[in-house]
């Protein structure tokens, strides 16, 4: 099976940084576009940013331009999210999005991670 594992979460003090790793590995025939989402307490989950395989950023949130950066490594089948400035809206269950398309399937599927949890607090 196909599986995407997040990895950088943690606790940070506004203004600090982190950066977000996940890493697809399993039964991948191709691995097309990736992505961030997050969900923050109480709320709906929202996308955060999305890139291509081609490295072209497909969107951002206008609530973390100039201070996110999502980028990605195909040779490592990983996509990262660089989180400067943070901010406590910024609190939320992180989760990784691709879509792939399997060895074990004739078309392109959505795969999710667990989410990564970053909480912004003093």
């Known amino acids: 099976q196909v599986q995407l594992v997040e990895s950088g979460g943690g606790l940070v003090q506004p203004g600090g940084s982190l950066r977000l790793s996940c890493t697809a590995s399993?039964?991948?025939?191709?691995?097309?576009?990736m992505g961030w989402y997050r969900q923050a307490p109480g709320k709906e989950r929202e996308l955060v940013a999305t890139?291509?395989?081609?490295?072209?950023?497909?969107s951002t949130s206008d609530s973390v331009k100039g201070r996110f950066t999502i980028s990605r490594d195909n040779a490592k089948n990983t996509v990262y999210l660089q989180m400067n400035s943070l901010k406590p809206e910024d609190t939320a269950v992180y989760y990784c999005?691709?879509?792939?398309?399997?060895?074990?399937?004739?078309?392109?599927?959505?795969?999710w991670g667990k989410g990564t949890l970053v909480t912004v607090s003093s």
């Open positions: 890139i291509a395989s081609g490295n072209s950023i497909n």
């Open positions: 399993g039964s991948i025939f191709r691995l097309n576009a």
């Open positions: 999005n691709a879509n792939i398309r399997p060895r074990y399937y004739l078309g392109d599927r959505n795969y």
